[in-house]
């Protein structure tokens, strides 16, 4: 079974500094992986996503995350974060073959001025 | 241009109480996914159907039960609430095709007293 874990539980970075959350997977077979965010009171919102080929991924607000299959390891940066990227984020692995989608306990990101 | 409907959106009962969440999605998506969100534990996936007609357990499943009505609807009850059943539920749909993404509905805050 696949399984997520999320190191950080909450992380405070300063409005224009960079930002990384971690992610480490559990999978026996080549994973689907996705980011989401979450801002208070709202559902999921994708951020990006890997299946295969490059393994440096872009995404939406500026996002982007990097699978290293080595480390299994599939971690989210933003070079300058702005106040509205408050949120928490999900990393999350999918197993399309057994239709489950398992995510991370999440990280709380907050912006201080 | 709704993608996922859950209702209610709020709803508060007392220890014994029974109720149904709703779920129904536009995007005739195959595959169907209730999931709990408590703080520091990410998401748990209760239930989930493949496809129309059929449904399986998921990590937490123990109080309650699903219905897969149709491809368009998915739905989740409580027969007899319990205050460990307090939480946030996620309704999720998935295309089942290669290169796609789960979505989410905007929740259900449940609060049992």
């Known amino acids: 079974a696949q399984s997520v874990t999320q190191p950080d539980i909450h992380i405070t970075v300063s409005e224009g500094a960079s930002l990384e959350l971690r992610c480490n997977y559990s999978?026996?077979?080549?994973?689907?992986l996705f980011w989401y965010v979450q801002s208070p009171g709202q559902g999921l919102q994708l951020l990006l996503k890997?299946?295969?080929?490059?393994?440096l991924v872009q995404g939406i607000k500026g996002f982007e995350a990097e699978f290293k299959r080595s480390q299994s390891s599939f971690n989210l940066r933003k070079p300058s974060v702005h106040w509205s990227d408050a949120a928490e984020y999900f990393c999350?692995?999918?197993?399309?073959?057994?239709?489950?989608?398992?995510f991370g306990a999440g990280t709380t990101v907050t912006v201080r001025a | 241009n709704a993608g996922v409907t859950q209702t209610p959106k709020f709803q508060v009962l007392k220890t014994g109480q029974s109720m149904t969440l709703q779920c129904a999605q536009d995007m005739n998506h195959n595959s169907m996914y209730w999931y709990r969100q408590d703080p520091g534990m990410g998401l748990r996936l209760i239930y989930y159907?493949?496809?129309?007609?059929?449904?399986d357990k998921g990590e937490v499943p123990n109080g309650y039960n699903v219905s897969r009505l149709n491809k368009r609807e998915f739905s989740l009850r409580l027969e007899s609430a319990a205050p460990s059943q307090t939480s946030v539920y996620f309704c999720a749909t998935l295309s089942g095709a290669a290169n796609t993404e789960a979505f989410f509905g905007q929740g259900t805050r449940l609060t049992v007293v």
């Open positions: 159907s493949a496809s129309e007609g059929t449904t």
């Open positions: 999978y026996g077979a080549t994973p689907y």
């Open positions: 999350a692995v999918g197993a399309w073959s057994d239709y489950k989608l398992s």
């Open positions: 890997y299946f295969s080929g490059d393994t």
